[in-house]
């Protein structure tokens, strides 16, 4: 496509001038997409029938739900690439996204939290969804601890790497089973607002939101990934040759 | 083919009656969790009976796992695990041929101890029958999918709690069929749903499971 290799964007130190590059601009994007979200759901979408203002909670708890099962899916990717074609830099890439995808997980259980006090009266309860979100924050967590726990980098990106797939392919069937689970076992009736006819308004807030924690975590996997090339090459000339480092 | 397979399971069975020890020890770990409870939340028959099928579905997991670091430690130590990473047979296979064998000394002891521990907690006939029949469908499955997390934490500080942080959200559906199973017989629905999603789970371990476990055991071996 046009000419370049656009493989040669597969070597750190061919990445890391490029991802600088990249950096600003997502930073720009996820800051416009933030602002007019957070426009609309806090001026334009209508007070809700039943829940008051305090709904408005949603347009943060959804998003950060929405990015953080889609962060775990780029992540089992990038360390599948990189367990197949044997890359390093897609084995950093998976590193660096783990951090952003645990913690948009632990925004998501602690806004539903926020949300769940006014609504059920309760900070915690044991819906399938929430449920099911708590069992991926565990799933990152264990993969962010087996990387740490293995001492030799090449070893660690495989072997976190396999963890991911696993749990990729694990995270259909635990949702399925939580549901069922929750479903069976229901006792007060709690019910999620169900409202698929949800206002215009509301869907719109909620995907610009949507896209503006989607461009924060491509900015923040960036500044991450070149720390991590930078600690993983430090040996190699190239780094010591970067102006950041020979200062 | 079948013949490297049994010989695994002959070899790892004979090792494990030589250390008779450590498959009582995962009993006995079952047997004290499963008591301490009782003791922890009082008495009351109809109490335990509602938290029964929970129970000793936790406190089977948790013995499944904590045995689970024994599966290749030893191979590892001595070299043996490198031969059979090199060896012309399927690694995939001799796993299996592993995995069959701590089941037969972690998972079916346990299966076979699970009713007599139910009887301490005032279950009903029927519901020890699905106990122990949830227990046989869903501990294959334990085992199988333990031992990628022990082929993945191989040889690491700290092994143990890393293989529980690691597995134990892959058990999920494993713990919510089981106990849902035993729960659902004992107020008296049908378990045949429970029981055939376990069964399931079983077969996709072990379609999936030992070629995931010999791709690790080569990460770890390398």
Redesign the interface.
């Known amino acids: 496509m046009l000419g370049i290799n656009w493989f040669k964007y597969s070597s750190p130190p061919m990445f890391y001038p490029l991802a600088g590059r990249m950096i600003p601009w997502f930073y720009t994007l996820a800051a416009m997409f933030a602002v007019a979200g957070l426009y609309i759901s806090f001026a334009v979408a209508p007070t809700d029938f039943q829940q008051g203002e305090a709904y408005r909670i949603i347009f943060v708890h959804v998003p950060a739900a929405w990015m953080s099962m889609f962060i775990y899916l780029v992540m089992a990717a990038w360390a599948g690439f990189g367990l197949a074609l044997n890359a390093r830099l897609s084995a950093m890439m998976a590193q660096a996204l783990a951090p952003t995808g645990a913690l948009f997980t632990l925004l998501a259980l602690i806004t539903g939290s926020l949300w769940g006090k006014p609504m059920w009266g309760a900070w915690w309860v044991w819906d399938a969804r929430l449920t099911s979100e708590l069992i991926l924050l565990f799933l990152y967590i264990g993969f962010i601890a087996l990387q740490a726990a293995i001492d030799d980098p090449r070893r660690a990106d495989r072997a976190g790497a396999l963890l991911a797939l696993v749990g990729a392919v694990n995270v259909p069937i635990i949702y399925f089973s939580v549901r069922w689970w929750n479903t069976l076992h229901q006792g007060a009736s709690i019910s999620m607002t169900s409202a698929p006819k949800m206002a215009v308004t509301m869907l719109t807030g909620m995907l610009l939101m949507a896209l503006a924690f989607w461009m924060y975590s491509i900015a923040v996997a960036l500044v991450r990934v070149r720390c991590i090339i930078l600690e993983r090459e430090r040996r190699s000339d190239w780094v010591k040759e970067l102006p950041e480092v020979r200062r | 083919m079948s013949g490297a397979l049994a010989a695994v399971v002959r070899r790892d069975i004979l090792l494990a009656l030589r250390r008779r020890s450590d498959v009582a020890t995962t009993l006995f770990f079952f047997v004290i969790v499963a008591s301490l409870f009782p003791l922890g939340v009082g008495p009351e028959p109809a109490m335990l009976r509602t938290l029964a099928p929970g129970v000793l579905w936790v406190a089977a997991l948790l013995a499944c796992m904590l045995s689970l670091t024994r599966l290749f430690a030893a191979d590892y130590a001595d070299g043996t695990l490198e031969q059979m990473v090199l060896a012309p047979q399927s690694l995939t296979l001799l796993v299996l041929g592993k995995v069959f064998a701590h089941w037969l000394v972690a998972g079916l002891p346990v299966v076979l101890l699970a009713p007599v521990l139910g009887l301490q907690y005032a279950m009903p006939n029927e519901a020890l029958l699905v106990l122990a029949l949830s227990l046989l469908l869903g501990t294959p499955a334990l085992s199988l999918v333990g031992a ?1 997390g022990a082929a ?2 191989l040889g ?4 143990g709690l ?1 293989v529980a ?2 597995v ?3 058990y ?2 494993v713990l ?2 089981g106990a ?1 199973a035993v729960a659902a017989s004992q107020s008296g629905l049908s378990a045949e749903a429970y029981l055939s ?1 376990l069964g399931a ?1 079983s077969l996709l371990a072990l379609a ?1 499971a030992p070629w ?1 476990t010999a ?2 055991l080569r ?2 071996v ?1």
Do not use: K
């Not at chain 2, 690491?156 to 092994?159: A, C, E, H, K, P």
């Open positions: 990628i993945l934490t690491v500080r700290g092994s890393l942080l690691l134990l959200p892959l999920v559906p919510i069929f849902g999603l789970c999936l995931a791709v690790a990460i770890a390398e």
